[in-house]
């Protein structure tokens, strides 16, 4: 079982900066495929970006440009760096992990979440 610890969230006013880390422990392999999701009340559970063991990322239009997804695999750690923050960007916000990357990105194509921390970006 693959554990998953997130921190780094808290409150921003717009334009402002935030970076999430996310640790992973247990049975973690190499070449798991790591990823952020983020729910606002009401609305379901979206991808925001993932990152593959060769380092290939995926960010998602809504953040492309603005959010930078990196990682430490030596530490077992991802981050998920966030700049140009806008109200919209309010949410809890979830490390996933699976031991592969699908082709779709999509909440259901991963096993292991996180506990969320929470980002409120006020205007």
């Known amino acids: 079982q693959v554990q998953l610890v997130e921190s780094g969230g808290g409150s921003v006013q717009t334009g402002g900066s935030l970076t999430l880390s996310c640790a992973a422990s247990g049975p973690t392999r190499q070449r798991i495929c790591l990823a952020w999701f983020r729910q606002s009340p009401g609305k379901e559970r979206e991808a925001v970006a993932r990152?593959?063991?060769?380092?290939?990322?995926l960010e998602v239009e809504a953040v492309k440009g603005r959010f930078t997804i990196s990682q430490d695999r030596g530490r077992n750690t991802v981050y998920l760096q966030m700049n140009g923050l806008r109200p919209e960007d309010t949410a809890t916000y979830y490390c996933?992990?699976?031991?592969?990357?699908?082709?779709?990105?999509?909440?259901?194509?991963?096993?292991?979440w996180g506990q969320g921390t929470q980002v409120t970006v006020s205007s």
């Open positions: 990152i593959e063991p060769d380092n290939s990322k």
């Open positions: 996933a992990a699976h031991p592969f990357c699908r082709y779709a990105f999509s909440a259901g194509g991963f096993n292991y």
